[in-house]
């Protein structure tokens, strides 16, 4: 029952962490694509 526990622990630690980085990687993109986007907006909305 021990040996379960910690090995469940383990698990929400690098998951959580997996998650952490996942998300941090995937949020950057969003951003980064967020301004890719605005700065088109802008560019045609000056160009027209």
Known sequence: MNDTT?????????FSWSGFIVGL????ALFLLTIQIVKALMFSLTAA
């Not at 910690?6 to 690098?14: F, L, M, T």
């Not at 990687?25 to 950057?28: A, D, E, H, K, P």
Request: hydrophobic share 30%; net charge negative; no cysteine.
């Open 6 to 14: 910690v090995v469940q622990e383990n698990e929400e630690n690098k």
């Open 25 to 28: 990687i995937v949020g950057g």
